[in-house]
């Protein structure tokens, strides 16, 4: 079954990933009601839903959105880790990749990295822990090729064998708006988390 975010990403503005959300009255809103929600591309900022409508606010001060607790409070990253992304991920080098293989890297025990293939690359999203870890808002993407539901803004019930053993999503079929919003995803991806190697069907010798 599929579902669609309430996030609708549809041009990036700079590779830093400047977005717009679907403001206004609201699907994601109006099936979970009011409160407030990540903002996929920025700590700093948050989704508010009220009365069936949707709309983007800004953390007070130097407060960033809490997931766990789906408020505004601490900071997720120290300015020494600003540039974490980038840093060398530990014990992961750069290489190919199967689906099979990024399959175990979703971050379920603590410390461990989290995947996440986008295209033909897989990216170690670590950094973006609060989005991506176990029982985070976009969990549903760590461990697999992602760039379907990307593309789709859409969410599934996650990662199936029938999936892990299919050759990967050639993507032909979707539409110029669809491939746009995943490019959008490549370049934020790009800038903020470091690519550590190619998807691939199989590696050399299986």
């Not at 760590?142 to 993507?171: C, N």
Request: hydrophobic residues 35%; proline residues 5%; contains cysteine.
């Amino acid at each position: 079954m599929i579902f669609k975010p309430f996030i609708s990403l549809s041009v990036m503005l700079s590779v830093l990933g400047a977005v717009q959300l679907a403001v206004g009255e609201n699907p994601f809103c109006e099936r979970h009601g009011d409160g407030d929600y990540p903002y996929m591309n920025s700590c700093s900022k948050f989704f508010k839903c009220a009365n069936g409508f949707g709309s983007v606010h800004d953390c007070p001060g130097d407060l960033l959105f809490d997931t766990s607790k789906m408020l505004c409070l601490r900071a997720l990253w120290n300015k020494d880790a600003v540039n974490q992304a980038k840093r060398p991920s530990p014990g992961i080098g750069y290489k190919k990749w199967t689906k099979r293989e990024i399959s175990s890297y979703t971050g379920i025990e603590p410390g461990t990295p989290i995947l996440i293939g986008v295209k033909g690359k897989v990216y170690d999203v670590s950094a973006g822990r609060g989005f991506y870890g176990p029982g985070a808002s976009y969990n549903v993407f760590a461990g697999r090729d992602a760039s379907r539901l990307l593309a789709t803004q859409s969410f599934d019930d996650g990662v199936t064998e029938e999936e892990m053993d299919a050759p990967i999503d050639t993507l032909d079929d979707l539409t110029a708006d669809d491939m746009e919003s995943l490019d959008a995803y490549v370049g934020l991806f790009t800038v903020k988390y470091r690519c550590v190697g190619e998807l691939v069907d199989s590696v050399d010798g299986e």
